[in-house]
């Protein structure tokens, strides 16, 4: 019976097609000299047929090569063969050696093939364009079988570009990517299986709809931190970045809120770091001038060991604190002034390994004083009486829903309950005002 070749190029990162030559066979061998003397050659040759004639190929192991070889057991040759189940099914191969001068002469013939399968499988990364940390584990195969996996990616589906590469660490992330395997068994009757394979990926931050963080991927919602409600905005900052910002309120057009004009002003945060944080840095609330950050109108700071009360902070000695403490900055708006852009940042003062921190329940209220921070609150745009909830966008009501296919519903919308037929996932709900 035909004995099967170990394929020793699995994880060349070429394409092989269909029909054509790809597969590179290893050849193991052992030899000895019974005499003890040391071996000064193997030749090793391979025929396209069991009856003689002149070898296809034929390499001589001396030297380095041949030591390298005979400590492991086998030569990866550079010999092209093509898959068993299509054309030139088998080859045949011969062992010869030398040691002292003398030739142990050209072995019995033995016939080899070689055996292996390829596909293709496409992952959809949601958020790929922005994705980190790509990793990726297979199952256990059976014994002797050989695997190798290789990967690429694209920016749609079915994408052709693309190298593909065997260390997913250097494959840039997309919106797919592209996962080639490849199985080989060296045994006859044995089949390469793969019962599965598990690719996992880090998207990028989740943050709540239209808040904007710089940058995004070291903020990110997290239920292990929050002052109220169920997740605070965790941040991590490094000591090469320098800072972390995030723009809340995004309601408006340009990341600006609207105001009155001539009207006091408070904005508040709760805030916690993950212990104390190093020389130099501080968080800090600022208020620019609408339209952009060119004009710093307020700022105020707090600094020290673990936040500890500075100008412009007060400490939560509420049973919920557990290191949580309320920053606050005051701001009166001047004539014709009616947007604003609150910003909450964090400085890391270069010192350390980087801090990490929490920020939660930020409110921007009138009047000089801070009020007690309270979910739900509303405006001239939700109204909430006897009759229920009515939120009115002529005056400004902002309403997110989220269907199964990713689009946002707008409050032009009527958002039906139930799936299907594209609807949305969530009860009716009527909004006044066009």
Known sequence: MASFARIHNLNEAAKWTAGGAHAKPRLEFTVSDPDGD?????????????????????????????????????????????NKDQASNERWWTIEATAGGASSGESTRTAFKVCWAQAEYEFAVPGGASSS???FGSAAMPANTHSAFLFKSNASAGGAGGT????????????????????STDVAGTQPALANMTFS???????????????????????????????????????NVNDRTIYPYRVTSGDDIEVQPNTDYVLSCYTKTDGPVGAGSEARLEIYAGGG????????????????????ATVDTSSYSEG?????????????????????????????????????AFQLEEGKVVSPWHAGQLSNA????????????????????????????TLDDIVHGGGGGGSMDYAYAFFVGN
């Open 201 to 239: 990926y880090t998207t990028s931050a989740s943050q709540p709809e239209k808040w904007v963080s710089a940058p995004s991927g070291d903020w990110a919602l997290d239920p292990s931190g929050y002052r109220y409600g169920t997740k605070g905005f965790k941040y991590i900052v490094d000591e």
């Open 164 to 183: 593909y590469s065997n260390d997913i660490s250097t494959v840039t992330p997309n919106n797919y990517v592209n996962v080639l395997v490849r199985l």
């Open 133 to 135: 940390g790509w990793t």
């Open 324 to 360: 949580w403490q309320r920053l606050h900055l005051r701001y009166s708006t001047g004539p014709g002034q009616t947007t604003l852009r609150p910003v909450f940042r964090y400085d890391n003062g270069g010192a350390g390994n980087g801090d990490i921190g929490w920020v939660d």
């Open 382 to 409: 939700g109204v909430l009486d006897n009759y229920g909830l009515i939120l009115d966008a002529m005056n400004g009501a902002v309403v997110f829903a989220r269907a199964s296919d990713g689009a946002t519903a």
């Open 293 to 312: 950050f060119t004009t710093l109108l307020a700022q105020g700071t707090v600094a020290g060991d673990a936040l500890n009360d500075g100008p412009g």
């Open 38 to 82: 040391s071996i000064d050659s193997v030749i090793l040759r391979i025929y396209t047929a069991s009856a003689g004639g002149v070898a296809d190929a034929t390499y001589t192991l001396t030297a380095g090569t041949l030591a390298a070889a005979l400590s492991a057991g086998y030569y990866d040759t550079p010999y092209l063969m093509k």
